[in-house]
Nanobody, 116 residues
Framework: QVQVVESGGGLVQPGGSLTLSCTTSGIIFSIYTMAWYGQAPGKQRELIASITSGGSTNYVDSVKGRFTISRDNAKNTVTLQMNSLKPEDTAVYYC??????????WGQGTQVTVSS
């Protein structure tokens, strides 16, 4: 049984930092592209950052220079370091593990709220 579990969300003031973690089980983690998506209230889910099995990263323009995605294949974990947070970063953040359309898994989401 595949499990994708996020942790680390919460309430933070503008300019602050949070670290999101996602741990998986039941998959060969090292071959999957891992990604973080965000869904703000009333908006569609969008790709925030991704990291391939080879370590190549991609970011949405709005977070470049502020967020860093990384993976630890030994721990089956992907991390999103979020710095200089802004109110517009407020969203539910979802972890995604993708290998093929029939091997595409999601976590339950973790809330990030940036507010003073």
């Amino acid at each position: 049984q595949v499990q994708v579990v996020e942790s680390g969300g919460g309430l933070v003031q503008p300019g602050g930092s949070l670290t999101l973690s996602c741990t998986t089980s039941g998959i060969i983690f090292s071959i999957y592209t891992m990604a973080w998506y965000g869904q703000a209230p009333g908006k569609q889910r969008e790709l925030i950052a991704s990291i391939t099995s080879g370590g190549s990263t991609n970011y949405v323009d709005s977070v470049k220079g502020r967020f860093t995605i990384s993976r630890d294949n030994a721990k089956n974990t992907v991390t999103l370091q979020m710095n200089s947070l802004k109110p517009e970063d407020t969203a539910v953040y979802y972890c995604n593990a993708y290998w093929a359309h029939y091997r595409n898994y999601w976590g339950q989401g973790t809330q990030v709220t940036v507010s003073s």
